[in-house]
């Protein structure tokens, strides 16, 4: 018997963690994974080697890096100022292939490899395709990524010299999703979503782990994460649950939600039909109907967190004031928060003496640069 | 008194260690720090927090970080087994602007800083550029940064998004140096000379402190560098150099010097005039009269290293194999170093139950990406 098993999120029924499944049999939810704590757990050493975190596979040689995670926090004294709180920033570009993709994407091709999957199909708005093309490349498998062709062209690129199989797609993210769907169905391969798959989730957990060291165990009372899908945002959820559990933590932080007016789902809580959805700058955020809605509403709900949307004009006015007061270039999509954060600030939702941490989710070196 | 000063690395005299003086007043000759051993020295912990590394700064408060070093190194199975060597790679383009530049701009901006600068004058290829314009910024210096027209867009794009003033110069990356040089001495600016200051490779010796830990105390064998004007060269011999001073380490490794075949002053040991410089795709190596090349010569001697240069082809054939194989993008001029080693292992200078260690010097994704 394993050490941990796939539930799901919606009807809780238990299924057997493979890799292949990505949703209830009986429901259609999404799945997470469940540990069984009456065995003992294979883990990682996180928050600077001093944190056990139970991993899904079942031996730590399965786990496959390329130098992810341990990302500095760094202060912003300018910005902090500006806006009359203390604020962090996470540097979640500091990964292999430039985005906090690489930290989910290790896990779950971890687990793939290790059932000896060879060939996987995954779609992206262009920085979780990079990072399995990398990944998938450092495991010997091959790949086929799904971008839409509006990607950014530096996107598009790297997902190539990687060596995976561009299937670049003319229409919206949604629309790309389903492309990779059908290629999936026709082609009997094994569909690598990291949206849907529960590994993903288990690897951005090592961000939650991390900031528990980051802050000598303080974390700050705010997080505000830009939300596509909510990899990340319920990675760090799920990680911060587990070290309350542990009694590492007594309090649980906000955890606001950040997206585009042009597509918010989460923020407006409505579907989004293909129709609806108009063009955005943050297009690592561009989801018109995000799979885990539901969960990211249910940690909204429990730990008093907004969802906020903000306009295309300030999503830029940010990208522009990270670079040019705290030398830090990130792409649109990482801006957006901090857009959302000068809101949540003037809207009273975030209380000026408490602290902000904010992930800084991609580098500005892969998408267009501002004029 | 100050627990550090200059010495010229040419005549040996003694100078005020002032962040203004670039070279001996005696004999031009390039300068370097040197410490004060009967003084307690103000020092960063450095790898992993277990080395005392002295800074030529005044107290700590004054080091200026964007996150940068600590980077990760990994194993490289296709390519160790392709060469029958165990080869790692130190991820240097996982630092906040992509490349091993902030290491040193670190602690150059921050002994600028301390010293009351407002505005400086640099000149790069493009990584430094970027690098400086990002530190300046955080700093609040206004900085001008001259690059060669030639360098990659994204690279021009990249400093001017910090929102320092591009000088892009329609020459050689010598004659950028030249122009730089003459708006310092029109303008009475201060020179924040990458390649000149010796406060710039204080900062990258923290790589050289981090690979103690990375390897658990037994450093490899061999270190392979891609060399333009040698900061990150200097800088790593410099670290190993004060480690084996205090018994922490016995031997030091060979190192090894890689250049284009199309610029490679220091392999050649001959001055490259401006005419025969050929274009190379390693653009942050194409340096022709590197003023440290009597002290990298000198290393080279020292550790029993080899110089060697590589063709335009080995190193975009190299560039592709490690995105296709380890899945590592990286930029040209790093690539050259693999280039390199490949001839190294073949000309039997290094040996194959000898372990490898390269930085991956900067980020693909700064570059052109090649076809």
């Not at 949703?23 to 928050?47: E, F, H, N, Q, W």
């Not at 993903?200 to 303080?218: L, P, Q, S």
Request: with cysteine; glycine share 8%.
């Amino acid at each position: 018997m394993s050490h941990f098993e796939f539930k799901c999120t919606k009807c809780f029924k238990s299924h057997k963690a493979d890799p292949q499944t990505l949703k209830c049999g009986t429901c259609s939810g999404t799945l997470s994974v469940k540990y069984d704590d009456s065995k003992r757990p294979v883990a990682i050493m996180v928050g600077g080697g001093t944190l056990e975190m139970p991993i899904p596979l079942s031996s730590l040689s399965e786990y496959l890096s390329l130098g992810e995670g341990s990302t500095p926090v760094v202060s912003m004294p300018n910005i902090s100022a500006m806006l009359e709180t203390a604020i962090y920033a996470k540097l979640e570009f500091m990964n292999p292939t430039g985005s906090f993709k690489d930290r989910g994407t290790a896990m779950m091709i971890s687990a793939l490899k290790s059932k000896n999957v060879s060939e996987i199909v995954e779609d992206s708005s262009g920085n979780a395709g990079a990072s399995v093309s990398a990944y998938a490349t450092r495991a010997g498998m091959k790949a086929h990524i799904f971008a839409p062709l509006s990607a950014p062209q530096t996107k598009l690129n790297q997902i190539k010299i990687y060596g995976s199989v561009l299937h670049a797609i003319d229409g919206s993210r949604d629309e790309t999703t389903e492309a990779a769907e059908k290629f999936v169905e026709n082609k009997s391969l094994v569909y690598a979503s990291h949206n849907l798959s529960p590994f993903f989730v288990e690897g951005t957990k090592t961000f939650g782990y991390e900031i528990f060291n980051d802050f000598d165990r303080e974390i700050p009372e705010n997080i505000v994460v830009p939300v596509g899908n909510g990899s990340l945002y319920l990675g760090i959820w799920k990680a911060l649950e587990e070290l309350k559990e542990k009694r590492l933590i007594k309090t649980l932080p906000k955890m606001h939600c950040i997206q585009a007016e042009n597509v918010n789902p989460i923020a407006s809580n409505k579907a989004w039909s293909k129709s609806e959805i108009k063009p955005t700058v943050a297009g690592g955020i561009a989801v018109g109907s995000p799979p885990r809605k539901s969960e990211v509403q249910s940690v909204l709900r429990q730990s008093g967190g907004t969802a906020y949307s903000v306009t295309e004009a300030s999503i830029v006015k940010w990208q522009i004031k990270l670079a040019k007061h705290e030398g830090l270039f990130c792409e649109p999509t990482s801006a957006a928060a901090f857009a959302g954060l000068e809101n949540l600030i003037h809207k009273n939702q975030i209380n000026k003496n408490e602290r902000v941490l904010i992930p800084i989710t991609g580098s500005g070196l892969k998408d267009v640069f501002p004029e």
